[in-house]
């Protein structure tokens, strides 16, 4: 009876722990998706950026042929154009520190996917135990209502004996009385 406390306590528990897995693995199928997201919109910036760039470079060319008197205007964009190609490498950088991230992420999942297969097989394994120990059980139990029907008919017969005895004690006391 203990021991079958016990395994129902130990199943709650890895019922409960097995909750708690599936619940992590979805907020980080959550983050996954999110961080993908945002690599998309870096990758998407990072084109448009260097399409502002080559806009630039061809603009500055133009500028150059055309306007060679506006030379101040000229180191304002080549300043912007220093801070583009700035942002372009910490973007980058990002973009490198994401990818390494993401490959994590995707290790940690597998690592989660691969323990969750082993709590799922060890808690069939502990299911089919309980079946068993639940069958062993009934048959104990069945085996018990036999011997407990079986010394009520004990118990019943004696009861009869007694009665009788009585009955021939109390006849043997009237006999002896009689001499």
């Known amino acids: 009876k203990s021991e079958l406390r016990d395994i129902k306590s130990e199943l709650r528990d890895i019922k409960s722990e097995l909750r708690d897995i599936k619940s992590e693995l979805r907020d980080i199928k959550s983050e996954l998706r999110d961080i993908k997201s945002e690599l998309r919109d870096i990758k998407s910036e990072l084109r448009d950026i260097k399409s502002e760039l080559r806009d630039i470079k061809s603009e500055l060319r133009d500028i ?42 995707k290790s940690e999942l597998r690592d989660i996917k691969s323990e969750l297969r082993d709590i799922k097989s060890e808690l069939r394994d502990i299911k089919s135990e309980l079946r ?41 006391r009237l006999d002896i009385s009689h001499f």
């Open 132 to 172: 068993d120990i639940k069958s062993e059980l009934r048959d104990i139990k069945s085996e018990l209502r036999d011997i407990k029907s079986e010394l009520r008919d004990i118990k019943s017969e004696l009861g009869d004996i007694k009665s009788e005895l009585g009955d021939i004690k109390s006849e043997l």
């Open 64 to 105: 150059k042929s055309e306007l060679r008197d506006i030379k101040s205007e000229l180191r304002d964009i080549k300043s912007e154009l220093r801070d583009i190609k700035s942002e372009l490498r910490d973007i980058k950088s990002e973009l490198r520190d994401i990818k390494s991230e993401l490959r994590d992420i």
